[in-house]
């Protein structure tokens, strides 16, 4: 039997990393790890999160740079320092509502029971070849910017 499992958090929802200093807007939920082996298998061991749980995207930023990220759900948090995302890309997806959360700009294409076939349908194209560049490139060696070995990739 399968067991079901609900997601913590929500697209649009801003969340940071429990461990890294970066924090990010979620743009699209995968309800289990859907990346490739050998990324899996560049997390150090000792720190790779179990596959079995929800993973997210998010357009992702630190004090340096601004990136995509995959990340586990046991590594997030919501953030709760009330300050808006910088990602240039946010406006893209994204509309800010009164109170300062996001939401997407076309919500009829966030339906979970949507297929998902190629990019998620709510993503531009231009996002989601970025996304697909953060799910196929190994986090350790890629990109040095956000100093985190673990389920970051510009």
């Known amino acids: 039997m399968i067991k079901a499992r609900t997601a913590k958090f929500q697209i649009g929802q801003i969340v940071r990393h429990r461990v890294f200093s970066f924090r990010g807007v979620i743009f699209d939920i995968d309800p289990e790890f859907n990346n490739t082996e050998e990324w899996w298998l560049s997390i150090p061991e000792d720190m790779r999160p179990h596959k079995d749980q929800p993973f997210y995207h998010l357009l992702a930023e630190n004090s340096e740079t601004e990136y995509v990220a995959y990340v586990s759900e046991q590594n997030l948090l919501p953030d709760e320092s009330g300050e808006p995302i910088r990602h240039s890309q946010v406006a893209e997806i994204f509309i800010k509502d ?34 697909a560049t953060a799910q196929t490139t190994n986090p350790a060696s890629a990109n040095p910017a956000p100093t985190s070995p673990v389920e970051v990739q510009p």
Do not use: E, M, Q, V
């Not at 966030?110 to 993503?123: D, F, M, S, V, Y």
């Open 98 to 131: 009164k109170s300062g959360g996001y939401r997407p700009r076309n919500p009829s294409l966030n339906c979970p029971a949507a297929p998902r076939l190629g990019r998620p349908r709510h993503i531009p194209s231009r996002l989601a070849s970025a996304a």
